[in-house]
């Protein structure tokens, strides 16, 4: 799949996948603004994934795999998806299908339009600080998702449908999610003073890194001096401050070079680059590669 554009995965295509579903067991409701996944989900899938091109969502995908397996890449990386996880997927992100097993079970929810949220009240997982996320839960939170889901199931099967109900509904689960991904993440991370520095300072860098390449902005940022969060960043990670500002600049070109059919001179220009030739000695200093030649897979 690499080269190939990606296609919007929106409600349109879900909708073509819906005309072209012949199987009976499928538990799936769509509309304009939402859709709820309530049982298998192989075939749906498989509609998806046979198209063998890479799929690019600009809205919101919240889900738990209850069975089977799925394979895949999110955002460039290698996923592996297996029974009791609960994933998240987020506008800007691409997906490059590769398989799913026979007995694939997914419950989830999609959300083609607004958040359910006021402004100022919107969790963190879903500011936009986060594309993507796959976790493995415990049985009971497990069992809480599934839950949500199977209420907001019922939701809409009532005539009429209560959409302030349903709207609340999908805001609790939401504030699960980030509840979920917060704990997850805490269990990562060491409580020490500077492994917090060292992740807000990853955090800026995945937020800004397309206008910001150097480090001054993230120390100031931070209130910290540069040799201070350098060192710091060295001793938590074993890489250079400028090593991690340079792989996710180097990671937003490759998503843009493989995905888009922008220029390099567009992309240099997005990437703020001084000119194209330096963005294209940039990275080829990194990859070893001109954009062009990492463009046609060479």
Not at 15 to 31: I, M, R
Not at 142 to 153: H, N, R, T, Y
Not at 238 to 258: F, H, P, Q, S, Y
Request: with cysteine.
């Amino acid at each position: 799949m690499n080269g190939q554009r990606p296609e919007h995965f929106d409600r349109f295509l879900i909708l073509d996948a819906l005309e072209h579903n012949t199987d009976p067991t499928l538990e799936f409701f769509f509309n304009t603004d939402f859709a709820v996944l309530h049982g298998p989900g192989t075939s749906l899938f498989n509609y998806f994934f046979n198209r063998k091109v890479p799929l690019l969502i600009n809205d919101y995908r919240m889900g738990l795999v209850t069975r089977g397996e799925i394979f895949g890449r999110i955002n460039l990386i290698e996923r592996h998806i297996t029974a009791g996880t609960m994933a998240f997927v987020g506008p800007g992100s691409i997906v490059e299908p590769i398989s799913v097993s026979p007995d694939l079970q997914i419950k989830g929810v999609a959300l083609f339009n607004d958040l359910p949220f006021t402004v100022g009240k919107v969790p963190v997982l879903f500011n936009g600080s986060v594309r993507d996320f796959q976790i493995q839960v415990e049985t009971s939170q497990q069992v809480i998702i599934s839950q949500f889901i199977e209420s907001l199931w019922l939701m809409v099967h009532a005539s009429p449908l209560c959409r302030e109900a349903f709207d609340d509904q999908v805001a609790a689960l939401m504030h699960y999610y980030n509840h979920l991904f917060s704990l997850d993440a805490e269990r990562k991370v060491s409580p020490s003073h500077v492994t917090d520095i060292f992740n807000r300072f990853i955090q800026l860098v995945n937020n800004h890194v397309r206008r910001e390449h150097k480090l001054g902005y993230y120390a100031d940022r931070m209130c910290l001096t540069q040799r201070y969060l350098g060192s710091v960043v060295r001793e938590v990670s074993g890489a250079t401050a400028k090593e991690w500002i340079d792989r996710a600049l180097v990671t937003e070109a490759k998503v843009m070079l493989k995905h888009s059919d922008k220029s390099v001179a567009q992309i240099a220009d997005e990437l703020h680059f001084p000119s194209p030739s330096f963005f294209s000695k940039y990275f080829r200093r990194l990859t070893g590669f001109t954009p062009a030649e990492y463009r046609l897979g060479k």
